[in-house]
């Protein structure tokens, strides 16, 4: 049972360049979600999406984009890297949207240079 | 604005002592309350939840107590072993009328053998 699986886990990419997180949850939970976690900021909401076909933006969703491509998975993209945007970014499911705790994955760790 | 603040940042004790970390939410409608455990390099990690209906629970070596009137809840660990050094991070979720949840800043526990 995996769980909830990131890719990559690390990545390095040049301002200006493209990238999308990809996120897969094998728990048949209806909600996922995109934090990123920086130093001093604690953990905070980029998109969510409370059941297939469904998104919603969250605290901090500028600069980014998010397909849920089907019940299990959940990608964000971003379409024009910039350095603020260098931090950790986690994906987390529930069985419904904020009624449970999160299962997050294991994490990207992004560096835009 | 809503949200969580998360006491003491940094947490030292000797193996065998208790900790306790204390948040305070200011929304009133928060009606759900995890806590997790994030080990190095890893994502956070669900370890015991409280709902606004329930004044305390406990699992083993861990409990949870919850003040609705003064708006704050704590995590207590008795007997610590170096295995609970971490972050650890509290969150206030509010899933009526509309999905919010904020997280707390963290704190970092050292338990010393």
């Known amino acids: 049972n995996a769980g909830v699986t990131q890719t990559p886990k690390f990545q390095v990419l040049k301002t200006g360049q493209s990238m999308t997180l990809q996120c897969a949850q094998d728990?048949?939970?209806?909600?996922m979600y995109w934090y990123r976690q920086d130093p001093g900021m604690g953990l905070r909401l980029i998109y969510y999406?409370?059941?297939?076909?469904?998104?919603d933006k969250g605290e901090v969703p500028n600069g980014y984009n998010v397909s849920r491509l089907n019940k299990r998975e959940f990608s964000l993209r971003l379409e024009s890297a910039a350095p603020s945007q260098t931090s950790v970014y986690f994906c987390?499911?529930?069985?419904?949207?904020?009624?449970?705790?999160?299962?997050f994955g294991s994490g990207t760790r992004l560096t835009v240079v | 604005g809503e949200n969580v603040e998360q006491h003491p940042s940094t947490l030292s004790v000797q193996e065998g002592d208790s900790a306790v970390i204390k948040c305070t939410y200011s929304?009133?409608?928060?009606?759900?309350f995890p806590w997790y455990k994030q080990e190095l390099g890893k994502g956070p990690q669900l370890i015991i939840d409280?709902?606004?209906?329930?004044g305390e629970k406990k699992d083993q070596r861990i409990a949870v107590t919850l003040n609705k009137t003064a708006k704050h809840f704590s995590l207590h660990i008795t007997e610590t072993q170096p295995e609970d050094s971490a972050v650890y991070f509290c969150?206030?979720?509010?899933?009526?009328?509309?999905?919010?949840?904020?997280f707390g800043a963290g704190t970092r526990l050292f338990v010393k053998a």
């Open positions: 987390a499911s529930t069985i419904s949207l904020g009624a449970d705790g999160y299962t």
């Open positions: 728990m048949n939970h209806n909600s």
């Open positions: 999406s409370a059941s297939e076909g469904t998104t």
């Open positions: 929304d009133s409608a928060s009606n759900y």
């Open positions: 409280i709902r606004s209906n329930v």
């Open positions: 969150a206030a979720i509010v899933n009526t009328g509309g999905f919010k949840t904020i």
